[in-house]
């Protein structure tokens, strides 16, 4: 985590309980499933808790589920923080044009659990709380090693 922080000191200012505060009102909104992620909270990932520090460390606190669900949610925000993972928009929606998006557009990812015990119903939204939909897809014998399939939202038609 400290070599974390020479990557990315802008953790200082998001990874606080003060910054944190902000979360709760995203944590509530979509813990329905009904409102999409705020974007403008871009260190926020809701129920899950918070973008930094963008290792894969997490404190574990509620359940395994959670726990792969925010890792899964924090490699795509660094990836984006990194300009790996670049935004795709159109102009008209025709033409798809590629930019790098430093801040991870939340509202525009979902994720299906593909591994252990698949969840193949829904497409989750980012930030959203896991407690509805995880029981009975943790399997005790097999241990905590999830898969999920992420997918991102495109407002354009070719590439």
Request: aromatic share 12%; charged share 15%; hydrophobic share 35%.
């Amino acid at each position: 985590d400290e070599l974390s922080f020479i990557l990315n000191p802008e953790a200082i200012l998001f990874g606080n309980i003060v910054s944190q505060l902000a979360c709760a009102t995203e944590a509530v909104a979509t813990s329905t499933n009904s409102v999409l992620p705020f974007d403008f909270l871009f260190w926020c990932m809701g129920s899950q808790g918070s973008a930094y520090p963008l290792t894969g460390t997490t404190n574990y606190r509620d359940t395994p589920i959670q726990a792969g669900t925010l890792i899964l949610e924090r490699l795509n925000y660094k990836l984006h923080r990194q300009g790996i993972v670049w935004e795709s928009h159109g102009e008209d929606g025709a033409i798809c044009y590629q930019t790098p998006m430093p801040l991870m557009p939340k509202s525009r990812y979902r994720y299906q659990m593909t591994n252990t015990i698949p969840d193949a119903l829904w497409a989750h939204p980012y930030t959203t709380t896991t407690v509805i939909w995880e029981s009975g897809h943790d399997n005790p014998v097999s241990g905590d090693n999830f898969g999920f399939i992420n997918f991102k939202k495109r407002n354009c038609v070719f590439l």
